[in-house]
């Protein structure tokens, strides 16, 4: 029972780090940073702590020989071109950031949820159960009033909204892709080896001009710091450990703490305003996520 709380516990505190993230970086805009300094600086020093880890644990466990065979070779260039992804998840949600309130952005990426039940048909041919077509339906009519497309006094920018859905979009392909590509490798290698595929993608569409005017005092690295930590480092590393301590359905839900998370940052940090019934569309998506997996956690017990 402990080593479940626990694992919930880590699971939380994952989706909690990725739930700060959007404030983070609308605090970089305010301070007159662009989008690839922020995109750029954040893919980069995570990379940098992520392998930095990895060869210090690889370091400690001294009984590891590691041979690498031309087959391993390959799945580590697989896995780093799965980050091809995270790093378009990234331009398309800070950019998105950018356009709109913070607390709608979120609740734009949040459709990863049903775009992932798409995927899966599409792709595997698993056909979406009762329980996911309705699960669906509820976050879609919790995403309008979560992003309150029903009230006068919000204009939403359709560039910056198309730009969440890419992010969603991107995001699922990553689900997609992740779960499927190097399973086998260390699970630090694959993250570090992911975040090395979405900094090159970054530095391809952004080039990194920010290392020519390098100065550890400038708060761009600061930021950049708090994004590689809370969005690069640290929720892979608690998920990794705390999902398997707990399984697949309640981390879905626990997961899903990154969204009230979010709201309640841009309301309390940002100031954004955030009205009644846009809380009550986080709340029924939150409900909805917890509803569709009832079911699977009831026959875990």
């Not at 378009?88 to 998105?96: D, F, H, K, P, S």
């Not at 995001?171 to 090395?196: C, Q, R, W």
């Not at 900094?199 to 930021?223: A, E, G, H, N, R």
């Not at 705390?242 to 309640?264: D, R």
Request: proline share 3%; with cysteine; glycine share 8%.
């Amino acid at each position: 029972m402990k080593e479940k709380f626990v694992g919930g516990f880590l699971v939380f505190l994952g989706a909690c780090s990725f739930g700060v993230l959007s404030s983070i970086v609308k605090t970089a805009y305010k301070d007159g940073y662009t989008l690839g300094e922020v995109t750029g600086v954040q893919c980069f020093l995570g990379m940098i702590m992520l392998w930095l880890t990895h060869f210090l644990v690889k370091s400690l466990n001294k009984s590891n020989t590691d041979f690498t065979t031309k087959r391993q070779l390959t799945k580590k260039w697989k896995a780093c071109a799965v980050g091809i992804f995270p790093g378009l998840v990234g331009i398309c949600y800070y950019q998105c950031v950018q356009l709109v309130p913070a607390s709608i952005a979120i609740i734009l990426l949040m459709q990863y949820l049903w775009i992932s039940i798409i995927i899966d048909f599409v792709i595997f041919k698993n056909k979406p159960t009762n329980i996911q077509i309705l699960t669906v339906i509820t976050i879609i009519f919790g995403s309008c009033l979560a992003a309150g497309i029903f009230n006068e006094d919000i204009k939403l920018n359709l560039t910056g909204c198309l730009f969440g859905f890419l992010a969603a979009l991107m995001y699922s392909l990553f689900i997609t892709t992740s779960s499927n590509i190097g399973n086998d490798l260390p699970k630090l290698e694959k993250s570090a080896l992911m975040i090395t595929g979405a900094c090159i993608v970054t530095f391809l569409i952004f080039p990194p001009m920010f290392f020519f005017k390098f100065d550890i005092s400038d708060k761009l690295y600061q930021l950049g710091f708090l994004l590689a930590l809370f969005g690069t480092v640290l929720p892979p590393f608690l998920f990794a450990v705390g999902m398997p301590k707990i399984g697949i359905s309640l981390s879905a839900i626990l997961s899903a703490a990154e969204l009230p998370v979010a709201v309640t940052c841009s309301y309390l940090y940002l100031k954004e305003l955030v009205f009644f019934n846009q809380w009550m569309g986080v709340v029924i998506i939150l409900l909805a996520i917890a509803l569709s997996n009832l079911k699977h956690l009831k026959n875990n017990r």
